[in-house]
């Protein structure tokens, strides 16, 4: 763990702990170098960027690629995925995924998948930065739209 994020994992020890083989040391290390550059977009709130970095990072099964994904779908909103229903389901599945990869918050915040008013018991972040945000969109669904995500100071003209 390097900067305080518990995801960015040079020695890429996630899944099945470290690599035991090269060639999987190299898919894991441009996974890490591509979860810290879509995480350095999504930061200066370059969602596009972003998202074509942490997409790459999902293609390698990089937890914390997997969730701060979920948070890029929630920014980019209904109108980027066909409708509110679409890309809350995006965010529920790419949510699940984190969990199934080893993502602590994402594990945690399973109840929420099935029942967005489920209580969740305390526990520490892994991802402090985009873990709450991530709460919120699973407890309103795309109903609460990001304020990044739309054009009409804060409304939503999404029907759904």
């Known amino acids: 763990m390097s900067n305080g994020d518990f995801w ?3 020695g890429c020890d996630w899944g099945e702990g ?3 083989d090269d060639v999987t040391l190299k898919l894991r290390q441009h996974a890490n170098s591509c979860y810290r550059l879509g995480s350095e977009a999504l930061a200066r709130r370059d ?3 972003a998202e074509n970095w942490l997409w790459a990072a999902v293609q390698a099964d990089h937890p914390g690629g997997w969730f701060r994904f979920a948070i890029v779908v929630y920014r980019q909103g209904p109108k980027a995925y066909g409708g509110a229903a679409n890309a809350d389901a995006y ?3 790419l949510v699940e995924g984190a969990a199934g990869f080893g993502h602590g918050d994402a594990q945690t915040m399973r109840p ?3 029942d ?3 209580g969740l018991p305390p526990f520490p972040w892994e991802d402090p930065q985009y873990g709450p945000e ?3 969109a699973l407890r309103t669904g795309l109903r609460a739209l990001h304020p990044l995500n739309n054009d009409n100071d ?3 003209d999404d029907p759904s």
Do not use: I, M, T, W
Request: net charge positive.
């Open 8 to 10: 960015d994992r040079p």
């Open 18 to 20: 470290p690599p035991q």
């Open 47 to 49: 969602l596009e960027l």
């Open 91 to 93: 965010v529920r599945y």
């Open 112 to 114: 929420l998948l099935r």
């Open 116 to 118: 967005p008013s489920a």
């Open 134 to 136: 991530l709460v919120a």
């Open 154 to 156: 804060g409304k939503s």
